[in-house]
Nanobody, 132 residues
Framework: VQLQASGGGLVHPGGSLRLSCAAS????????VGWFRQAPGKKREGTSC???????LYVDSVKGRFTISRDVAKNTVYLQMNNLGPEDTAVYYC???????????????????????????WGQGTLVTVSS
């Protein structure tokens, strides 16, 4: 299992970025994928997740500004981030769980958006800096 996050960079306040998470070794159509971030000196925190069934969930701090999506054919998950502020500055990581879920499972249409301990595999992170 490998996850490769990319797309970070420097953006002005109010700007937008789209992060990509290229997955290999598993199909994102069968697994939950989450986006987390860690600001300097702070704990890692969740932002959003997309379940195996395609349901998306967000933490309150990014709701309405961030959109998680996926392209199963490309085996890639995206995080579109709009109206960015300095508080969004962090290293962003994508992650997935060890267990796959099928349509008969409750977790097929639910995912933990904020609990990093529920995820087993992590990408290397991409830095997002929001500054004027």
């Amino acid at each position: 299992v490998q996850l490769q996050a990319s797309g970070g960079g420097l953006v002005h306040p109010g700007g937008s970025l789209r992060l990509s998470c290229a997955a290999s070794g598993f199909s994102i159509g069968d697994y939950t994928v989450g986006w987390f971030r860690q600001a300097p000196g702070k704990k890692r925190e969740g932002t959003s997740c997309i379940s195996a069934g395609g349901r998306t969930l967000y933490v309150d701090s990014v709701k309405g500004r961030f959109t998680i999506s996926r392209d199963v054919a490309k085996n890639t998950v995206y995080l579109q981030m709009n109206n960015l502020g300095p508080e969004d500055t962090a290293v962003y990581y994508c992650s997935t769980q060890e267990r796959a879920y099928n349509s008969g499972s409750y977790y097929y249409n639910w995912c933990p958006a904020s609990s990093s301990f529920e995820y087993d595999y992590w990408g290397q992170g991409t830095l997002v800096t929001v500054s004027s």
